[in-house]
């Protein structure tokens, strides 16, 4: 992390109102205080000074809610429509009647949007959309029922905060460059896109959630090609010395080194999401993700290793979508060679597969291989083969395979 941003340390006086300035006013019910953050109660909450062997003193943020981490997550991911809909009441079924425990929950989407409203006084009114209605009531939910909750935050991924602030982005030829997919990426190397998501994540762990998931922590795929055509600002990794690929690589490896520290005080863990392959080499080009430098900076890394997002005959294997146990045993071989390599390992928790991928098949005369109880096993088989215990389920419909076993 450069030495720049390590100068960011808050005395506590300093850490103590950024804590508290989200909340509007201290109220007194049954001898307990509580805070109001926008137009949501965070009950229970308190400020806890805890001394340390230094003699310093340190405040941590105390949502109210109590979760135990788990013997080992193993979590599925629900949308923000399926978190605040009817088909919360099926996934919450299918937690409490398996081995699974965990839900990863988007809290800021694919767009860029929150996902329930923060209440009109909050910054963030304006992104706030009414997909889960009562946030608290969800968070309580998901307390009785004893299941870990994730936070999932997008950030660099953002077309509504492109759209609004084209200078946070990329242009060309005046407007938002989009990807083909009709995506907009805001800029990673601008502090002001660090600290808007920063600022967000620290509205989930006040809310409960006992971890922050961050996604899209890259620059857009394939930006080496268009590093030296779009319009961007490179802020404070202008006339740092190094070439284009390391002021990426260097830029979203700060920003999870700050991440990390900016939550401290709340008590949360931090993950990030990381493309599969970036484990087997070096680093990746144009994204700016290097696996090794990310994984030094959190308490979890996930990598995404559906075997349908691998090109043929990586690892040997024909045709990966048709061998799961084989391409999850590949990687998760690869992955505990890399990590073993780090001081302060963090926890491997990758990504696997729930969901067909029939485009993948186009021309090649091959069966669209479906994916249900046994491929699912076979890929939670392969991680455990290689000590790897912890995992998340992706299916984008939230729809997952009946009778599973998830501990096989």
Known sequence: MNNKHLQRFMTPFVLLLVILLPFAMPVKSSGEEELIASDHVIRNTSIQLIKEDTNLTRFVFDSGYHFEYPDAVRGIYVTGHSAGGSRLNSLLDLVNNSDLNAMVIDIKDDHGYLTFKPGEDSPFANIGQNYIKDIQELMKTLEENEIYPIARVVVFKDSVLAQNRPELSFTENGTVWKNNRNEAFVNPFLQE?????????????????????????????GFEHRDTVLNYGTGEYADDGTDNVQKRVQAVTDFV???????????????????????????????????????????????MIYPSHWSNHYFGIPFPDTEPYRLTDEYAKVENEVLSKL???????????????????HGTGLPVTQYGKNEVEAQIKALQDNGINEFLLWNAGNVYSENVDYTP
């Open 257 to 303: 080194a700050y991440a990390k520290q900016e939550l401290e005080p709340y008590g949360v863990d931090v993950s990030v999401d990381i493309f599969g392959y970036s484990a087997t080499i070096p680093e990746a080009p144009g994204i700016g993700q290097n696996f090794s430098k990310i994984s030094e900076n959190v308490d979890v890394i996930s990598s």
């Open 343 to 361: 001081d302060n390992p963090p926890v491997s928790r990758p990504w696997i597969q729930d969901f067909e991928a029939p485009w993948i098949y």
């Open 193 to 221: 896109v660090w600290d808007y998501n920063v600022e967000i994540a620290k509205f989930a762990a006040q809310l409960g959630f006992q971890e922050i998931q961050f996604d899209y922590v890259r620059f857009p795929e």
